[in-house]
């Protein structure tokens, strides 16, 4: 059981790149969201989904594309990079219903630069 | 949007002290959760509160879902080096399913 996996670790990006973030969960949770994180600032939601084939957009959506193919995967892709995307990106995973708060995990992170 | 102010946004004690954080809201939410994360990794999970009133300890960690539910404090006992890191809160609003809005943090350093 690996919990939340994010690949890659760290990245550097050129303006106007494009790239995916990757997030994998084997915990059969149904519900997976991305965030970004910066400096001061709590963590801020930029894409959910509830289950396969279901996303939704969080906070700071723009810029980024998701879709949840399968269960397991919940990929976040930068269209066309901007300095302002340089963040701390973390993928969650959690159930659903009851008690779901005590099942959220947080994967280790990807650390994205947009120079 | 919704926000959630957290205070205070620093502390810096003495080994053995007791520790103090809180959150704070406009609106109502559902669920309050606190969370740590330490440097280079991600947030980890230290206390789920479903219910107003609500008051759950979790070894040297207490916290509690105010009975208004727009607040939530999060105590640590007899504080120790490892405490050292980032407290977060964070909560679900009402009507809402997905989303999850998190408290700006409060970074807590421990004097041996």
């Known amino acids: 059981n690996a919990g939340v996996t994010q690949t890659p670790k760290f990245q550097v990006l050129k303006t106007g790149q494009s790239m995916t973030l990757q997030c994998a969960q084997d915990?059969?949770?149904?519900?997976m969201s991305w965030y970004r994180q910066d400096p001061g600032m709590g963590l801020r939601l930029i894409h959910y989904s509830v289950g396969a084939g279901i996303t939704d957009q969080g906070e700071v959506p723009n810029g980024y594309n998701v879709s949840r193919s399968t269960t397991e995967d919940f990929p976040l892709r930068l269209l066309s990079a901007a300095p302002s995307q340089t963040s701390v990106y973390f993928c969650?995973?959690?159930?659903?219903?009851?008690?779901?708060?005590?099942?959220?995990?947080f994967g280790p992170g990807t650390r994205l630069t947009v120079l | 949007g919704q926000q959630l102010n957290q205070s205070p946004q620093s502390m810096f004690i003495q080994e053995g002290e007791d520790v103090s954080m809180n959150c704070t809201s406009s609106s109502i939410f559902n669920t309050w959760l606190w969370y740590k994360q330490e440097p280079g990794e991600g947030p980890v999970l230290l206390i789920a509160?479903?219910?107003?009133?609500e008051l759950t300890s979790n070894g040297r960690l207490t916290a509690q879902f105010g009975i208004t539910r727009k607040d939530s404090f999060l105590n640590i006992s007899a504080s120790i080096p490892s405490d050292v890191g980032i407290y977060f809160c964070a909560g679900h609003p009402t009507g809402n399913t997905g989303k999850l809005i998190f408290g700006q943090g409060t970074t807590l350093q421990v004097k041996p």
């Open positions: 509160l479903y219910k107003a009133g």
């Open positions: 969650a995973s959690r159930l659903t219903g009851a008690g779901w708060a005590d099942t959220q995990y």
């Open positions: 915990m059969n949770h149904e519900y």
